[in-house]
């Protein structure tokens, strides 16, 4: 289910460039459990060309309200 939250941050930077040509790594670290609030922090870390377009590689963790990382990975999708 939290990986749901980095798609969701995904689309938000990259809208159809991430739909169409998503990929994601994710490391789980702790459990999630009911009534967790969840709060995810990306960073792009790099944008290399890819064909026509560009790769927006970010790397992103996710921490529960007590500020616990939860998950950790990368991301990216087309930009351009």
Excluded: W
């Excluded at 930077?13 to 969840?38: A, C, H, N, W």
């Excluded at 377009?53 to 999708?77: A, H, L, W, Y």
């Amino acid at each position: 289910m939290s990986t749901a939250y980095v798609s969701e941050m995904m689309v938000a930077l990259l809208g159809e460039g991430y739909i169409r040509g998503g990929r994601m790594s994710v490391s789980f670290i702790k459990p999630v459990v009911e009534g967790d609030t969840l709060t995810m922090h990306g960073t792009v870390r790099e944008i290399v060309p890819e064909g026509d377009r560009m790769r927006v590689i970010v790397d992103f963790v996710c921490e529960n309200q007590d500020g616990v990382k939860t998950m950790v990975g990368e991301s990216s999708g087309l930009a351009g």
